[in-house]
């Protein structure tokens, strides 16, 4: 389970706490992209996005343990990613926001709007 303070919370829904926008609080954050590196030597990307399924077997894996990219946006245009990096028993998790990703993407490119 992931402390509280690298996943913002917002209100309850159902039993659960919604992620809230780590830059303005938002509740109203979608996924806009998954992306899973293959460990070690081992080449593979798999990625889920609008755009559906791609797997590039030839990309070069992220470090020597799995990485795992979680990208969202929030509905006041906020883009965050939550990278989780798992090594030797442990797996480290990384929060970036906007000014460190660029405009890569945008609420147009919600995995669910597909």
């Known amino acids: 389970m992931m402390p509280k303070e690298l996943i ?16 303005c609080g938002d509740e109203y954050v ?3 992209r998954l992306a899973c590196w293959s460990p ?13 399924l ?12 799995v990485t795992i990219d979680l990208t969202f946006v929030c509905e006041q245009g906020h ?7 798992f090594h030797k028993g442990n797996t480290f998790v990384t929060r970036r926001t906007r000014h460190l990703l660029g405009d ?3 609420r147009r490119s919600v995995i669910w709007r597909t």
């Open 54 to 65: 791609t797997v590039d077997p030839h990309a070069p894996p992220m470090d020597r343990g």
């Open 8 to 23: 913002p919370t917002g209100r309850k829904t159902s039993c659960d706490p919604a992620m809230a926008c780590p830059v």
């Open 40 to 52: 070690g030597t081992a080449n593979g990307l798999v990625v889920i996005d609008s755009d559906g």
């Open 30 to 32: 979608h996924p806009v």
């Open 79 to 85: 883009l965050f990613q939550y990278r989780l990096h």
């Open 104 to 106: 890569v993407m945008d």
